[in-house]
Structure formats: C-alpha cells, structure tokens
C-alpha cells in the first residue's frame, strides 16, 4: 500500500505503477493508481478493460476508494456486459443498476430509482450523499467479491506479489 500512495502521488506518472497480488479466494487482484476510475482521463478506458476481462473470464471487477475522501467508485462487469458503474464524483457516468448493499441503502432511504437521477440540489440527494460511509466501495468489493483490505492470499498460492509498469492510457 506505501508503494501505491507513493506512485498515485507521483506528480509525473501518477497512473504508471501496479500491483499483482496471488490468488485471493480465487480472485487476483491488480492494485494501483491506474485503475483510478473517477479521473476523467481514466473512465472510457477502465470500463473497456474491465468488459474484455469479464468477456474472457466470467467476472470483473474495479474498485476505488479514497482514504482523503475524494469519492468512491465500483465497476462490476459480467460476461462481457456492464452491470454497474458508480463514481461519486461524477453520477451522470453512472451505467447499471443499482444491487447489492447500493440498493438497498438507497432502499432504506426511499429513494425507488437510482441515485444518479437524484437532483442534486435537493434534501433527499443531501441526505444519500451522507450515506457514504455505508456504502464505500470496499464495502461493495466484500459483498461482490472479497473484501480487499482484510482478505489474506490463500494459503496454498505458491505465488510472489507482482509489481509492473501500466501501459500508458491513449
């Protein structure tokens, strides 16, 4: 994790660095600042990648969130389809529905649609907003997936952490 705050604030090549973790649970984790999907620069791409994983291999996954605050994000994609992309930050990229513990916050807060058709100016989007400490994007990994900031590697993985340089974005 020192090693991703460090690059993600890299002036320079803030997207340059990731990490390859052995399998966790069955899933392998790549970790980085690269996959920063609520910077603009980095969205169309993310959502392309993460559809062409989850074309070849059933499921993935991309997930973001901010110890400073600085917003949360999820991009679920199965068998090659979008099921859902939230970015805090920016509701109007929002694709999918919402599922999950998503759902059923925005559930217990009587909102029936989705919070990207929220307006933004008023009570009941003030009041969603608020609710992100229940709803970060470690909290939807561990629902969808694994949790990834509290699951160890398997223990039968024979494998080494991985760290490569990320292609460069176009």
């Known amino acids: 994790m020192e090693l991703i705050d460090d690059v993600a604030h890299d002036e320079k090549e803030p997207f340059s660095t ?13 970790v980085g600042p690269y996959f920063g999907l609520p910077f603009p620069q980095q969205t169309a791409h993310l959502t392309d990648v993460c559809r062409e994983l989850s074309a070849n291999f059933g499921k993935a996954q991309l997930f973001f969130h901010s110890e400073q605050n600085d917003g949360e994000a ?20 929002a694709l999918g529905e919402p599922f999950g513990v998503e ?25 969603w907003a608020a609710t992100w400490g ?17 699951t160890a590697p398997d223990t039968v993985s024979t494998s080494s952490m ?5 292609a460069p974005i176009e």
Not at 74 to 93: C, D, F, K, T, V
Not at 162 to 166: E, T
């Open 74 to 93: 999820w991009l679920i994609a199965e068998r090659g389809r979008i099921r859902r992309r939230w970015i805090s930050e920016y509701p109007q990229l």
């Open 134 to 150: 229940d709803c970060w994007a470690t909290t939807v990994a561990g629902e969808s997936s694994i949790a990834p900031t509290t």
């Open 162 to 166: 991985l760290v490569a340089a990320a």
């Open 103 to 127: 759902r059923r916050l925005l559930d217990a807060y009587g909102i029936t649609g989705k919070p990207e058709d929220l307006d933004p100016n008023s009570d009941l989007a003030d009041r």
């Open 18 to 30: 990731v990490v390859v973790t052995p399998p966790m649970q069955g899933w392998t984790l790549v």
